[in-house]
């Protein structure tokens, strides 16, 4: 916190180094924020300031908003604001997508990597909010759960951290090479990496958010910081920045505005997920949009814009006890993990090269990942090679067993005892070759197929998971999502006493693959053109698999030729 309230003081201009993957090749960018502003691209002299000519976007990013939870408020006229956003009329412009699926794990930065680059988590490489990425051993962590750094978080916006893991070009450098004329304003959101500029909140807002959410709250079992008041400034001052660049000047073709407040304040809420959720989008997020809409209508960019809308995840309430959260201590997985004699790397952002470890572990809500070594290969104190797989026999599929017997007995980890639904393993490939799917251990070195164990075991709350995880997992980049998966009995329960999660102690949290965890919104409206051929359109280019990543041919469709 210290840290990076004296990098803001030093002036309004602050150069922060950023290594941007590109797909050219790894090229070295520079982030200057400038007050609120990030300037990702220089336009050169003479160019033209914007393409009105071409399709005209606003996309809507909510975090942590459920489907249903949002229809519900529109249908019932609790957030006329955001009705009139989506052209009024009773939705006669609009249509509302009842299909569209969050990524596995449903949690926030894989989902908005899928979003804005197109491409599953197995081939972007962004699985979770943190992550092991064996070839240069460092752990990715752009919004942390196994330990509690608000420099990672920040690191998003001051770095563009998010922007250099997704290894998939924007759907903004999509645009770019399609229309360099093209203007893409980008507000807060994490994966930014094509547009022309980038909003962050006023600062004072961040450090109130991160106070709060990030360090004050997090370790206490029961917390105490329940105030809506920090996400309300965040997401106000979002909407706010927007607005004050929209005040002269060429209005951006394509203009993304993403709002994580109602997810924030859901994971804290006393009053639990649901009426948290609900009145912070008729209390907070209406409000905010009404003062968007009268701004961008003050600059007629409503007439013929394209609106779309869409969220990551939803929400499960649960127990903010030590009891049902799989915390990093030895009660818990990293007991079961010391008890099969692994090292474990320290729950830090960075350890030192030096260190010995051998196992891995990562956390997000319903999910666990572990990550082994060849252990037979990580000799004496000398620190592991790990471009190489493990053997699957003798650490795979042995840890697994740990994690089985275990979850009967709770002799080594009584905290885990009875928390796993399934526990899901494969058969490891080298890094950067395209890794298999997973199968669930059954015990015994045994396996099964996803889809066999549903059809023997039947979870009637969740919703296609063995595809689903073959988009996590099965690609150049699935080894990120480690080598055996956990997942805790959450999703899957019907009350909050029966419920596990992977994270400090919250009061809820997602990530399950669950209908409630999983069901998104997909708005797409158009004024000019009838909800029944936006539906049909819509309908096409979600295929047989509506997940998170059509978001990208969505957008890039409209781009090149809408409907109507
Ligand atoms: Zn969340």
């Known amino acids: 916190m210290v840290a990076w309230g004296v990098r803001w003081m030093f002036g309004l201009a602050v150069v922060v180094a950023c290594f941007i993957n590109c797909h050219a090749g790894t090229q070295v960018a520079t982030l200057v924020i400038d007050g609120d502003t990030i300037t990702m691209r220089e336009r050169a002299p003479g160019t033209a300031p914007s393409s009105p000519k071409s399709t005209q976007i606003l996309l809507l990013a909510l975090d942590g908003v459920s489907r249903d939870l949002l229809y519900d408020l529109l249908h019932s006229g609790k957030l006329p604001h955001f009705a009139e956003l989506l052209g009024g009329d009773d939705f006669a412009h609009a249509d509302l997508d009842d299909r569209l699926l969050s990524n596995l794990p449903s949690t926030t930065i894989p989902a908005w990597s899928a979003v804005f680059s197109g491409t599953p988590a197995g081939v972007n490489g962004v699985p979770n909010n943190e992550f092991f990425i064996r070839e240069t051993k460092t752990f990715a962590a752009p919004a942390p759960v196994t330990f509690v750094d608000s420099a990672e978080t920040l690191e998003v916006y001051t770095k563009g951290a998010v922007n250099t893991l997704v290894d998939a070009p924007s759907v903004y450098e999509h645009i770019h090479a399609t229309d360099p004329d093209a203007l893409i304003w980008v507000a807060l959101s994490h994966f930014f990496r094509g547009a022309d500029k980038m909003f962050v909140a006023e600062r004072t807002a961040f450090v109130k958010m991160l106070a709060a959410f990030v360090e004050d709250g997090l370790p206490r079992e029961e917390r105490k910081v329940t105030s809506r008041k920090p996400y309300v400034a965040l997401d106000n001052g979002a909407i706010d920045a927007v607005i004050s660049h929209l005040a002269s000047g060429p209005v951006p073709d394509v203009l993304t505005v993403y709002l994580s407040g109602t997810d924030l304040y859901a994971h804290v809420a006393k009053e639990g997920p649901d009426e948290a959720r609900r009145a912070y989008l008729t209390e907070v997020i209406d409000p905010a949009l009404a003062k968007l809409v009268e701004q961008m209508k003050k600059r007629d960019m409503l007439a013929n814009r394209w609106v779309i809308v869409t969220a990551d995840h939803g929400h499960t309430a649960i127990v903010a006890d030590a009891a049902h959260a799989i915390d990093t201590g030895d009660d818990d997985a990293p007991g079961v993990m010391k008890a099969a004699g692994w090292k474990l790397r320290p729950f830090a952002a960075s350890v030192g090269d030096a260190d010995p470890f051998d196992a891995v572990l990562a956390y997000g809500g319903a999910f666990g990942f572990v990550y082994l070594a060849d252990r037979s ?64 251990y059954v015990g015994g070195g045994k396996t099964m197929t996803v889809d066999a164990y549903l059809a023997e075991h039947p979870h009637p709350t969740y919703i296609d998971v063995s595809r689903r995880l073959d988009e996590l997992a099965v690609g150049r980049h699935g080894d990120r999502a480690g080598d055996i998966l956990l997942l805790a009995h959450d999703g899957d329960r019907d009350t909050p006493e029966e419920r596990f999660y992977y994270a400090k102690p919250f009061r809820s949290w997602h990530g399950s693959p669950s209908k409630q965890d999983s069901e998104v919104p997909l708005i797409v409206a158009n004024p000019h053109v009838s909800a029944a051929a936006i539906e049909a359109w819509v309908g096409a280019k979600l295929g047989d698999r509506p997940y998170q990543r059509k978001l990208a041919d969505i957008v890039l469709g409209l781009r090149a030729k809408p409907p109507g």
């Open 377 to 440: 290969r990580c000799t004496g104190e000398r620190a592991c090679a790990w471009d190489a797989p493990p053997r699957y026999r003798e650490d795979v599929l042995a840890t697994a067993d740990a994690f089985y017997r275990n979850n009967e007995t709770g002799a080594v980890a009584p905290g885990m005892r009875g928390a796993l639904d399934m526990i899901f393993v494969r058969e490891p490939r080298r890094v950067g070759e395209v890794q298999r799917p997973f199968e669930v």
